[in-house]
C-alpha cells in the first residue's frame, strides 16, 4: 500500500514562507501525477496544487503566483514552497495522488499567524 509522509509544516507568521515535502513510497512516483491539498478546521479538504509526471502545474486561484509544487522523482518526493503567507493558508496539508487517491498520511499542520 502506498505510505504518504509529509513534512516542514509550523507556525509562521504572516508574510513569511515555508517549504513542505511529501515523500511517497511504494509507487511507481515518476509515473503519477501529484498533490497538494489543504483542509482548515470545519471546511472540506481541498486540492491547492498539482504537478503532473511530465512536470506541467495548475495551482487554485487562492494560491496562485505564491505557491510552486515541484517534484524530485529520484526522491519519491513533492515539495510545495509557501509563499506570502496569510492566516487563510492555516491548514493541515496533505499530498496524494488527484487521478488515484490513496490513504491519506497524517499531514503536516501550517498555521500562519502573528
Known amino acids: 500500500q502506498v505510505q504518504l509522509v509529509e513534512s516542514g509544516g509550523g507556525l509562521v507568521q504572516p508574510g513569511g514562507s515555508l517549504r513542505l515535502s511529501c515523500t511517497a513510497s511504494?509507487?511507481?512516483?515518476?509515473?503519477?501525477?501529484m498533490g497538494w491539498y489543504r483542509q482548515a478546521a470545519g471546511k472540506e479538504r481541498e486540492l491547492v496544487a498539482s504537478?503532473?509526471?511530465?512536470?506541467?502545474?495548475n495551482y487554485a486561484d487562492s494560491v496562485k503566483g505564491r505557491f510552486t509544487i515541484s517534484r524530485d522523482n529520484a526522491e519519491n518526493t513533492v515539495y510545495l514552497q509557501m509563499n506570502s503567507l496569510n492566516p487563510e493558508d492555516t491548514a493541515v496539508y496533505y499530498c496524494?495522488?488527484?487521478?488515484?487517491?490513496?490513504?491519506w498520511g497524517l499531514g503536516t499542520q501550517v498555521t500562519v499567524s502573528s
Open positions: 504537478i503532473s509526471n511530465g512536470g506541467s502545474t
Open positions: 496524494n495522488l488527484p487521478n488515484s487517491i490513496r490513504s
Open positions: 511504494r509507487i511507481r512516483f515518476s509515473g503519477w501525477t
